[in-house]
């Protein structure tokens, strides 16, 4: 087997290394990269992550994946024959079928067995991350017993950085002046009133709430307002 199961200071090491990768991870790429050095440190088929957060999902998977959907198909992948069971931290289960995804080069990745583990937030997001093998039983079993924590802080810190590159995509989508402007609406003041509180021109304010619209495809104000509040983009907050 892979020195990994063999040496308790080599697998130490692999696994403050994972978790040093992850922390340098600035975006989705980054991360997909460092699933990769998870795939190959426990001798894994596939490693894919999926992650859900009203109409926006994100997959990613090493090796890569042909087609997104296949991915987004991941998250019901363990029903039916695949005869799912318990396991500390997340659900174990064996494949009837043995192909469980089709890599970019086109060829199947083979996952006799695995581990789907379910993390969520309370706005919603909700990821799934998948570990797949074609170990014999004798490896499973042992692979189980001595990595299923490091698999299940692997699959939460990967759910965090999604979340993280989520909440900064929501915060960079308005400029400054737009958040400030929107914002300002939200707690019921008026273009006039925003324009003497930025000290900038009733035009300007009206011009930065029109951009701010467009960007999030809402017909009017009250639309852009409850739509930035609902995703993150602004804060509840109360006039006083």
């Known amino acids: 087997m892979n020195q990994i199961y063999c040496d308790g200071r080599a697998t130490a090491e692999h696994f403050a290394g994972l978790l040093n990768d992850f922390s340098k991870a600035r975006g989705v790429s980054d991360l997909e990269d460092t699933l990769g ?73 083979i996952g006799r067995m695995g581990l789907r583990f379910r993390l969520c937030e309370l706005d919603g997001m909700i990821s799934t991350f998948l570990a797949t093998t074609d170990f014999s039983e004798r490896e499973w079993e042992l692979m189980k017993a001595i990595y299923l924590r490091d698999l299940y802080v692997i699959a939460s810190i990967t759910h965090r950085k999604l979340v993280s590159f989520a909440e900064n995509n929501r915060r960079q989508l308005f400029s400054p002046r737009e958040r400030e402007c929107l914002q300002a609406v939200a707690v019921g003041r008026r273009p006039k009133q925003i324009a003497g509180d930025l000290q900038i021109s009733e035009h300007a304010v009206r011009l930065y709430l029109k951009r701010a619209r467009r960007k999030l495809g809402a017909r009017n104000l009250i639309e852009a307002v409850g739509k930035s509040l609902q995703d993150g983009h602004i804060e509840y907050l109360y006039r006083r």
Request: hydrophobic letters at 35%; a positive charge; proline letters at 4%.
């Open 37 to 109: 050095h998870v795939l190959l440190a426990y001798n894994l088929q596939q490693v894919t992550c999926v992650s859900s957060w009203g109409e926006t999902n994100v997959a990613i998977s090493s090796p890569h994946i042909a087609f997104s959907s296949s991915l987004l198909q991941s998250q019901s992948a363990m029903t039916g024959s695949d005869q799912p069971t318990l396991a500390p931290g997340g659900q174990e289960f064996r494949r009837a079928r043995l192909n469980l995804f089709t890599d970019i080069s086109g060829s199947r990745r």
